[in-house]
């Protein structure tokens, strides 16, 4: 397998632990790529490090960077590219290479060391990033395709075309390959070969954009891939997102298109580039007969092109490839993973509901493929189609899947026993029904393929609440198969889009269980992408469905989510990137919609919220429903708030003052016209209404108890205290009840088992989370099994209130935590870890016997402000001993012991 380049614009790992000689080392060491505002391949990547460290109290001091264009020089110390020198700062995240000028194609080896209070490191060992091609000139190859139709494309409605397959041979001189790179995009999906061999290991790349504007490409050291001599290089493309799912329907872009450069060069001295032009050969006339990603893909195995991507193979047959037109957008290395197959699970049994008609249930409602292991004649055709849930009889359920077919189909070849699994397509679905296969089939003869974005792993999280837990699980399952380049809102029906409404707060929850901070970098670009010439921000990016329809709550996503980038990663740079595209939307709204100080635009209302009977998919009772202007004029000056932050963040004080002042007005209109300081009330007294107005700190002084009050009667009364908000008011529901006083109520909520709640939806078989609160109940016409919008802000509460990890308030990167864990009557123990971008954080209690134990870890250079549980408060025995351990006592707070700890691993302990 080729190893991927490491890119400046990846996120590298080089090093996963310690090298155990020094107290402290440093470890960890990643590349990133700032957001480019003007979209320029990045020149100057941003360095981040971790120390480690068995000690206690570790601080650093001063670092030094060294940068070499060569490991040896490195090794030698030789910083012909940068050389820090010893800089005083305790920054060991996101410092930005400040060295000679970096061209294309150039390799950095860089190494840190750091001066700590607890003595000097070694060295780190050496990381990699490597330039992409900055600029146009860089590339010499031509987009290249057939933009024509084949006998078998289906061009209107549902959309079919069989792969297009392209191949060029070549011959490298006779002379010792030093490094050889591939660089190529492949729309709309790519899969690439040499000499028969698949480049990567990556599956439905490029990432997704919107290619009128941007079109990523990635890179990769093809080096072991090729020979002196005869070579030969083979590309599959598929439709992806660019030959659209739906004429009309979906944003078309055109026939499957690819450019594409190998460079290779020889280690002494010169250089064969290959690229894609009107000399490659091309055909769809492969086995892959048609792809589709709603609808599913067609495999006829009898006519593979056995050896087509090897040199020798006769295409004698085969057309001549075209120069074609571009489709527009800027090339551009892609900063964010790809998709891969990161998990496979066994299907747990098969049945069959009807002769000839078997069911796998792969017990997990997954996204991504099945692979299938089949033997039989020549000709036979097996059928699977893919959905989530039976009908009674034990029979697919497809209503919900809307108008997608859901059919992967493969033709045998015959004689052996043939492994096979798609390219080009994936589905949402724990059931699959299998027809056509030539014996019974049985589990053995398939895996499922777990396909999303390659995000690591960040959080974990475990109570003494199997509920909670089943929650997290389903939560975890939901999150990750709708990471697809974007964030999806579902995996199954005929949609899959980028709504931004899905992902407000949801996503500051998926920081803690994913990496994802690249992922959304590239989102926010994508929402900035498709922001309108006169302000407009759509409710779905990238913009494959057109749909702007100005409101406050979906668009507001592209502000809250680069707030959150700030928070959970410290990373200042999306912010700088996207003020002004901000900054643009709000005015455009204010003119347009803005009246006497409220907005009166909204789109969804606070999108389903539990209905009053079970078949509804949207509430039709007014006193359920909270007032559109509530919903957009809270929002507007949340939205206010958070420009406010980053105007003072950027320097701009100016308009700093020009949005608090804004926000001041609005707060007073809201009031005037919201807000009965009789009843404590706001508008129609809905719990999202009062819950928002008081979580933005909307409410008048004096005024916060009454109107928290009516949120609890309203949910404790009229909603026997289970959640009765939709998309919009979950965002805030955990932590609002939590912070006002009323955590025993939001952990209520988190483990009911009955309607409406996550643990109905779980007594009721899901294994992701819903889209609706009655998901088993309502109309199928929008009903999926998988989407992560009604999580609201409940991630975010396990880590932060459960578990207790949080930044301190202020602070942004965990560079200062605060640790406030929450012993909840019901839960015994809870046991979280957070690798944040400083190390990693661990929260660990359990009560037992009335004493709560609590497990600590701060990572090194940075320090926490601790709450132990202390019930009646601490004794002195319990102080000291917490002392004894460098702790400093700070005082007592509600129920909790504060102290301040540095960093280390600590045991903390008090009667409860
Ligand atoms: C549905 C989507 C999405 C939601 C929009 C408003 O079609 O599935 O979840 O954001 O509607």
Redesign the pocket.
């Given at each position: 397998m080729n190893k991927r380049l490491t890119f400046c614009f990846l996120t590298v790992l080089m090093l996963m632990g310690c090298t155990g000689k020094e107290a402290v080392s440093v470890v960890n060491l990643r590349c990133e790529q700032r957001v480019n505002p003007d979209g320029i391949d990045c020149t100057s990547p941003v360095l981040s490090w971790e120390l480690s460290s068995a000690l206690r109290d570790v601080r650093q001091v001063e670092y030094r960077i060294l940068v070499a264009s060569s490991l040896e020089k490195l090794k030698a110390d030789e910083a012909d590219l940068w050389d820090s020198k010893q800089v005083e700062s305790d920054r060991s995240i996101q410092v930005a290479y400040a060295g000679t000028a970096l061209s294309s194609r150039t390799a950095c080896y860089w190494k840190v060391q750091a001066v700590t209070n607890k003595g000097v490191t070694g060295w780190s060992k050496p990381a990699r990033w490597t330039m992409g091609l900055l600029a146009p000139s860089d590339w010499e190859a031509k987009w290249t395709g057939l933009d024509r139709s084949f006998p078998d494309d289906v061009l209107e409605g549902k959309t079919q075309l069989p792969a297009r397959y392209f191949r060029k041979t070549f011959s490298l001189e006779n002379r010792k390959i030093e490094k050889a790179t591939l660089y190529i995009s492949g729309l709309g999906f790519y899969e690439a070969y040499i000499n028969a061999k698949r480049v990567g290991s990556q599956v439905m790349s490029p990432t997704p954009t919107d290619y009128s504007k941007v079109i990523k490409y990635n890179t990769f050291d093809v080096t072991r891939l090729l020979s002196k001599g005869d070579n030969a290089i083979g590309v599959t493309l598929g439709n992806g997102r660019f030959f659209s799912m739906r004429i009309p329907g979906v944003r078309h872009f055109g026939y499957p298109k690819m450019i594409l450069q190998l460079e290779v060069d020889y280690a002494d001295g010169g250089k064969t580039v290959v690229v894609s032009d009107d000399t490659w050969m091309a055909t769809a006339d492969g086995p892959i007969r048609s792809n589709n990603e709603f609808d599913g893909e067609a495999y006829d195995a009898r006519k593979e092109l056995t050896g087509w991507a090897a040199p020798g193979f006769n295409d004698a047959g085969w057309l001549q490839a075209e120069i074609v037109p571009s489709p527009g957008g800027r090339l551009e290395a892609q900063l964010n993973r790809n998709i891969n197959v990161m998990e496979t699970i066994r299907p747990v049994a098969v049945s069959e509901p009807v002769p000839g008609v078997f069911i796998l249930d792969m017990g997990q409602n997954m996204v991504g493929w099945l692979r299938m292991k089949v033997k039989g004649e020549e000709g036979k055709q097996v059928k699977l189609r893919f959905a989530e849930t039976l009908k009674e009889d034990g029979t697919l359920y497809l209503d919900n899947l809307r108008g997608a077919l859901v059919t992967d189909t493969y033709t045998l070849k015959g004689k052996q026993t043939e492994t096979w699994e798609p390219s080009f397509t994936y589905h949402g679905f724990r059931y699959v029904e299998i027809t056509g296969f030539p014996s019974k089939p049985s589990v053995d003869n398939f895996e499922g393929q777990v396909v999303y974005d390659e995000v690591d792993l960040t959080g974990t999280f475990e109570t003494s609440d199997p509920m909670i837990n089943r929650i997290y699980k389903n939560a975890y399952w939901g999150i990750r198969g709708n990471y697809r380049g974007m964030p999806t809102?579902?995996p199954q029906r005929d949609?899959r889009?980028g709504?931004?409404?899905?992902r407000a707060v949801g996503s500051h929850g998926e920081s803690f269980i994913f990496d994802i901070r690249n992922l959304y970098v590239k989102w926010l670009n994508d929402i900035e992408q498709a922001q309108r010439e006169d302000g407009s921000i759509p409710?779905?990016a990238p913009n494959y469905w057109s749909?702007y329809s100005d409101n406050m709550t979906?668009p507001g996503t592209y502000v809250i989510i680069a707030n959150m980038l700030y928070e959970q990663y410290g990373d200042k740079a999306p912010i700088a990137s996207h003020y002004d595209s901000m900054k643009r939307w709000m005015a455009y709204m204010c003119e347009r919609y803005m009246v006497d100080g409220i907005m009166t635009k909204d789109?969804?209302g606070d999108?389903?919220m539990p209905p009053e009977s079970p078949e509804l998919v949207h509430s039709q009772d007014p006193s359920r429903k909270t007032d559109a202007a509530v919903l957009g004029t809270t929002f507007y000056f949340r939205i206010l708030y958070l420009l406010e932050r980053f105007a003072l963040l950027l320097d701009k004080p100016d308009d700093a003052v020009d949005f608090a002042r804004q926000a001041q007005a609005v707060r007073e209109a809201y009031n005037a016209k919201y807000f009965n300081p009789e009843s404590g009330q706001y508008s129609n007294n809905t719990v999202t209404a009062n819950l928002l107005s008081l979580c933005y700190g909307m409410v008048p002084a004096g005024y916060e108890e009454a109107v928290f009050n009516n949120i609890i009667e309203k949910t404790a009364g009229e909603f026997d205290n289970h959640v009765s908000t939709g998309?919009v008011g979950v965002q805030w529901l955990m932590r609002g009840l939590s912070d006002y006083g009323r955590p025993d109520l939001a952990l209520r909520i988190a483990t009911n088992r009955d309607y409406p709640s996550w643990g109905y939806m779980i007594e009721h078989d899901a294994t992701t989370i819903w889209?609706l609160w009655n998901g088993n109940t309502a109309d199928p016409s929008?009903n999926?099994g998988n989407?992560v919008?009604l999580l609201g802000d409940l991630i975010v509460w396990f880590y932060e209130y459960l578990a207790g990890i949080r930044n301190m308030p202020g602070n942004v990167g965990f560079k200062e935590i605060e640790m406030k864990p929450y012993p909840l009557d019901g839960l015994d123990y809870v046991t979280a870890s957070f690798h944040s971008v400083h190390g990693l954080v661990k929260s660990a209690w359990k009560k037992e016997n009335g004493v709560f134990h609590w497990d600590v870890t701060i990572p090194c250079n940075t320090s926490a402000t601790v709450y132990l549980p202390c019930g009646k408060g601490i004794t002195d025995e319990d102080k000291e001993a917490i002392e004894r351990e460098g702790a400093q006592f700070v005082g007592t707070e509600d129920n909790y012991a504060v102290f301040k700890i540095p960093s280390g691993v600590y045991h903390l302990k008090a009667a409860l």
């Open positions: 809102d579902c949609e889009m709504w931004l409404g899905d409710d779905v749909v979906w789109r969804y999108w389903c998309l889209e929008m999926s989407h919008m």
